[in-house]
């Protein structure tokens, strides 16, 4: 079946403008995460759903960014009044999960966000 | 607090010979999951593993390898008889025993295989 998908896959914006990044997570996974990957950096978790709710934005860094998950499956990462720091790759990535049991994060490929 | 150490930034080997990824780890608490994900050029991460805190035996999947140890706090990583297609990124990670929670990269060691 299809992985989890991101558009665009690049993006390139100036300085204070507002960009939306989205993602479609893999068919009937419940949980949806999105990570930002600075150029030689490992993965920085932003916020997590547990279906429409955010269950836990602590990694976002400013009230710029803000994500939603109206119906439970696609999500939209929004950034407002970009700045030049906010250049990275930004990930997306989704998980089913059981009752008691983990399973693995499966993410996409990204789009690439530069400020100018 | 969860943090994830790999103190090699960048490893050059030449095709065939062995090369061990190191991974240290810290965290208080006593459930927690250990993984391994590449990510080549492309930039797609892939899983490799998923390890448990319960579960130290040692794995071994093809040319991978990997050695848990809680003593010391590491997960490292082996790939035997290295091969140009095995160049990347690879990421250790480190999560919380809950259902849903954050994944803590580190920050990376960049393998190149050279032919």
């Known amino acids: 079946g299809a992985g989890v998908s991101q558009t665009p896959s690049n993006k390139v914006t100036e300085k204070g403008k507002y960009v939306e990044l989205r993602c479609d997570p893999i068919?009937?996974?419940?949980?949806l995460y999105w990570y930002r990957q600075s150029l030689g950096q490992g993965p920085e978790f932003l916020i997590y759903?547990?279906?429409?709710?955010?269950?836990?934005d602590s990694g976002l860094p400013n009230d710029r960014f803000f994500a939603v998950r109206p119906e439970g499956s696609v999500s939209t990462l929004k950034i407002q009044r970009t700045e030049r720091g906010d250049s990275a790759v930004y990930l997306c990535a989704s998980s089913q999960q059981g009752w008691l049991e983990i399973s693995e994060q499966y993410f996409g490929p990204g789009t690439r966000l530069t400020v100018t | 607090a969860q943090k994830v150490t790999q103190a090699q930034t960048e490893i050059s080997v030449v095709e065939k010979e062995d090369v061990t990824l190191d991974c240290v780890y810290e965290t208080r608490d006593t459930t927690y999951y250990l993984f391994w994900y590449k990510q080549p050029p492309s930039g797609e991460l892939v899983f490799l593993i998923r390890?448990?805190?319960?579960?130290?035996q040692n794995e071994i999947s093809g040319r991978y390898s990997w050695n848990f140890q809680k003593s010391t706090s590491s997960f490292n990583f082996t790939i035997t008889a290295s091969q140009v297609v095995d160049s990347a990124v690879y990421f250790c990670a480190l999560r919380r025993g809950t259902s849903y929670d954050k994944v803590i990269f580190g920050p990376g060691t960049s393998l190149s295989v050279i032919p």
């Open positions: 390890r448990n805190s319960f579960d130290e």
């Open positions: 759903f547990q279906g429409t709710g955010a269950a836990d």
């Open positions: 068919s009937g996974h419940t949980a």
